[in-house]
């Protein structure tokens, strides 16, 4: 098989066109011709009026075909025998695995992290048990709605814990910047859509699944990890990690097991931590352990709301609406005059703004879209730069402290109900507190107050996103619309810590920890975090069957 590179067509272009493309393009008769499978789409939308798709393509031919254009085409880095992407193990265990002397793998989180890497394992043979502090998904999703619905708080079942991880309540993006020569993530979403993910995910250049996908997938991977000899254990809370001195450096040590919130104690010598961005008392827990901590930079701000169909337009012009186009989505970036950073995140095209919050007392939001993606509103973070040297240099824990002086303050400003604080945006760049809607409404759930949002964050960060606005309305027309909704305050963008670990994947100070993905400061996103699953999934395997 053949993989055929950067083949361009218009965008209503039909299956004999792409047919002629590859004939033309490869020199072949049709009767040399196979298949043609589709291994990446994406499209050029810099000229709104002349909107072009870009393929990467899989062309089966005959067996004398394929040698003559490899031969012909030597020198062409476009046409190239298709590459190997399918996933191989690292190793395998033995039917007797555990014997007497083994211990089972645990994995603390489930997440997306923790769902790749107990699978990964559990194919191997490893049977890992999974802790997970929240609740299976489905109870989550009706935990989740109480708050949005009724604004009940269920501290331990929410946006952020449970089943599915943080990213079960998102827009499902796929697509990471990450390297990965191995092809980890056509591992992840191979195993995506083996559980029931849509399967263009595998060939689309910005995939994405939608939270309602992501619950029925999410549980079908449980039942595979469960068949295969896991176990996925909900509800609980992992209170202390056990470690014995490996030297006499007091923060030097090995693990041992883990202690439940209930006080039973699970013995394991291989612990993967996948607890994601918002696990903050287990993070003070862990510091409190003296297992090594770094702080590291994060962002603030608001989520900003416009019309999906003025995002559309401006990027698509007449296509809008075009059903490969889709909903429009943008990736913003603005360097201020004050220094810092403001830049677009986790936008989410036909989404809404949802309650993110896993504490009493704070307000958090983020975004979350639907497979159809078809909201009324496009929503995206508008985020502020920060950094522990500048911004938070008290304690490897200070950039914590930050995000709940911000999230509490905004929960004040919300009216103290799980309200959350808007204005518009006109309102925002004059300086003057909003009284009224105007033409875009809110999808904030379970409301928002009207207000000032000058007082939510720092003066920096005021400064530079009322900078910032401005000129992304030279990328984008309308996206300093005056009716558009700001809603605060967006500050888990990424975890305000790292758990550094070695070239072994294990913490620097902790034999047989694992810290793994975005919690650990390791991922960003739901694909690179299942990579970075599988990462330290092969690193335990290979640890205990060496």
């Given amino acids: 098989m053949l993989r055929l590179n950067d083949i361009k067509l218009p965008l209503n272009h039909s299956d004999d066109d792409l047919t002629s493309a590859v004939i033309e393009h490869l020199q072949v008769n049709r009767t040399d011709l196979l298949a043609i499978n589709i291994f990446k789409r994406s499209y050029d939308a810099r000229k709104k009026a002349h909107i072009i798709l870009i393929y990467q393509l899989d062309i089966e031919l005959t067996r004398n075909a394929e040698q003559l254009i490899l031969e012909k085409f030597s020198q062409d880095t476009f046409i190239k025998k298709s590459p190997d992407t399918s996933y191989k193990f690292v190793t395998k265990a033995p039917d007797s695995f555990p014997q007497k002397n083994q211990h089972r793998p645990i994995v603390i989180g489930f997440g997306p992290c923790g769902i790749l890497a107990a699978l990964v394992l559990a194919q191997m043979g490893l049977k890992p048990i999974v802790l997970e502090r929240g609740q299976d998904v489905r109870q ?14 269920h501290t331990e079942s929410n946006v952020q814990f449970g089943e599915g991880g943080a990213g ?56 595979e990890i469960t068949r295969l000899g896991g176990e996925i254990r909900f509800g609980q809370k ?15 040590g090995r693990v041992t097991g883990v202690v439940l919130e209930d006080g039973k104690i699970l013995e394991s010598d291989h612990i993967i931590l996948a607890i994601g961005h918002s696990a903050r008392d287990t993070f003070q827990m862990l510091f409190n352990e003296g297992i090594y901590i770094e702080p590291k930079p994060f962002s603030i701000g608001f989520r900003i709301e416009h019309p999906q169909s003025s995002i559309d337009r401006a990027r698509f012009g007449e296509e809008a609406g075009h059903p490969i186009l889709g909903a429009a989505d943008y990736k913003l970036v603005h360097h201020c005059k004050n220094g810092r950073s403001v830049y677009s995140f986790c936008m989410c095209p036909g ?11 704070r307000v958090v939001t983020n975004g979350m879209s639907q497979y159809s993606r078809n909201e009324r509103n496009a929503n995206a973070a508008i985020v502020v730069g920060i950094s522990p040297e500048e911004d938070y240099p008290q304690n490897p824990l200070a950039g914590i402290d930050l995000q709940r002086e911000l999230e509490s303050l905004a929960y004040q400003l919300g009216g103290e109900n799980y309200n959350a604080p808007a204005q518009l945006v006109g309102d925002f760049l ?33 400064d530079a996103i009322r ?41 620097i100070n902790t034999k047989g920890l694992y810290p793994a993905g975005e919690g650990a400061g390791y991922a960003g996103g739901i694909l690179s975090a299942g990579i970075d699953g599988i990462k330290v999934a092969e690193a335990v395997a290979l640890d205990i069957l060496k």
Wanted: hydrophobic share 35%; aromatic share 8%; glycine share 6%.
């Fill in 140 to 153: 989550r999703t009706k935990d989740t709605w109480d708050l949005w619905r009724k604004r009940n708080l």
């Fill in 168 to 223: 079960t309540f998102s827009d499902g993006k796929l697509w990471s910047q990450v390297k990965d020569k191995k092809h980890l993530g056509r591992k992840v979403l191979t195993e995506f859509v083996k559980a029931g993910a849509p399967s263009e995910i595998l060939y689309v250049s910005k995939p994405h699944i939608g939270t309602f996908k992501l619950v029925k997938m999410v549980e079908n991977i449980r039942a």
């Fill in 238 to 252: 992992v209170k202390r990690i056990q470690r014995e001195k490996i030297s006499n450096n007091h923060y030097e």
């Fill in 351 to 361: 989404g809404t703004v949802v309650a993110a919050t896993s504490e009493p007392g």
């Fill in 430 to 462: 004059q300086n003057k507190p909003s009284k009224e809607l105007g033409s875009v409404s809110p999808s904030y759930k379970p409301g928002i107050t009207l207000g000032d949002l000058s007082k939510a964050l720092p003066d920096f960060a005021i």
């Fill in 467 to 507: 900078e910032a606005i401005p000129a992304f309305e030279k990328k984008i027309k309308g996206f300093a619309f005056k009716d558009a909704i700001l809603t605060g305050v967006e500050t888990r963008t990424s975890s305000p810590i790292s758990i550094k670990r070695d070239k072994r994947f294990q913490n």
